[in-house]
């Protein structure tokens, strides 16, 4: 199995920039896929942008323009780089990692957007 674990969270004012970032346990080339979602407060949790072994990334339409995926393979980290916050960006966001024996969640980080 592989562990995550997310850092990066924070209070950031609309307009405002965060980078998240997702450190696996062993090396990224050994996970097909990985993801970030987040989940508000009443709502279901969601894909936000995803990342396959072979680079592709895929996004929800809220976030494209505004959100970039990548991974530093070097590193075992994925990245969600968030420009543009706004309001309803706010959100517990969760790393997620699909490997052959199943999927594995990291802890959560906390996105609040607000002035």
């Known amino acids: 199995q592989v562990q995550l674990v997310e850092s990066g969270g924070g209070l950031v004012q609309p307009g405002g920039s965060l980078r998240l970032s997702c450190t696996a346990s062993?090396?990224?080339?050994?996970?097909?896929?990985m993801g970030w979602y987040r989940q508000a407060p009443g709502k279901q949790r969601e894909l936000v942008a995803g990342?396959?072994?072979?680079?592709?990334?895929n996004y929800a339409d809220s976030v494209k323009g505004r959100f970039t995926i990548s991974s530093d393979n070097a590193k075992n980290t994925v990245y969600l780089r968030m420009n543009s916050l706004k309001p309803e960006d706010t959100a517990v966001y969760y790393c997620?990692?699909?490997?052959?024996?199943?999927?594995?969640w990291g802890q959560g980080t906390q996105v609040t957007v607000s002035s």
């Open positions: 997620r990692a699909d490997v052959l024996t199943g999927t594995t």
């Open positions: 062993r090396s990224i080339f050994t996970i097909y896929a």
């Open positions: 990342i396959t072994s072979g680079s592709r990334t």
